[in-house]
């Protein structure tokens, strides 16, 4: 079976750090990706790893242990417009995406 | 160029009808997703064509639940004798299946509310 586990909700402070953390088992592993998803509105592609290590996207980063099973999602400089939901994925074999329940980041003033 | 759109945005049902969400996916993408959002909740894969076949159809909730795609390109999703469960926001997505990513881009959803 497919199991992803990610916080469901964090709160931050503009400018400050967040680090959204995403566990998985599944059954194949053929990449993970984040997504942002704004209040209403559709899931918005951020980050893709398929490799261990750290990909580095402005003020977004995304990290992969394939051998933990784990990923994280790293929001630098946070700004208002960062208040979303996050959702990590695992595209296992084939090209299916099993989601998360998605973290909800709130960023206060 | 024209992302992927969906229609209709709303529909308010009365339990036990029939309903027709529509997917126009992105030029050229090959391959077409259907997911289900409940309130607050992740994404659920219902099905997945490539091309007009369905490699995989395994998340169907239902047989109530069927979908097809025609001319690899238009997808219909269709519910039959709509339950109040089935309430939730139908998501499209669509991707190229060769590249580096194949990254899915989604639709704004069809939000069902079966009364």
């Known amino acids: 079976g497919q199991n992803i586990d990610q916080p469901t909700e964090m709160t931050a402070t503009e400018g400050a750090i967040v680090q959204i953390n995403c566990t998985y088992q599944t059954s194949g592993f053929n990449g993970l990706f984040w997504y942002q998803q704004h209040a209403g509105e559709a899931p918005t592609f951020l980050s893709y790893n398929v490799l261990d290590g750290l990909e580095e996207k402005g003020r977004f980063s995304s990290f992969l242990s394939r051998s933990k099973g784990y990923s994280y999602l790293l929001l630098k400089e946070l700004q208002m417009k960062d208040s979303a939901s996050y959702l990590c994925a695992v595209r296992a074999a084939g090209n299916k995406l099993t989601f998360g329940g998605g973290t909800r980041v709130l960023v206060k003033p | 160029g024209a992302g992927v759109s969906q229609s209709p945005s709303n529909k308010v049902t009365e339990k036990g009808k029939d309903v027709e969400l529509r997917c126009d996916p992105i030029?050229?993408?090959?391959?077409l997703y259907w997911y289900r959002q409940s309130l607050g909740q992740g994404l659920e894969f219902l099905i997945y064509?490539?091309?007009?076949?369905?490699?995989?159809k395994s998340g169907l909730p239902s047989d109530r639940f069927s979908a097809e795609r025609t001319g690899g390109s238009v997808s219909t999703l269709t519910i039959q004798r709509t339950q109040q469960e089935d309430s939730a926001v139908y998501l499209c997505?669509?991707?190229?299946?060769?590249?580096?990513?194949?990254?899915?881009?989604f639709g704004p959803g069809t939000r069902l509310t079966v009364l």
């Open positions: 030029s050229g993408h090959t391959a």
């Open positions: 997505a669509s991707s190229f299946l060769t590249g580096t990513y194949n990254e899915q881009f």
């Open positions: 064509f490539q091309g007009n076949s369905a490699p995989d």
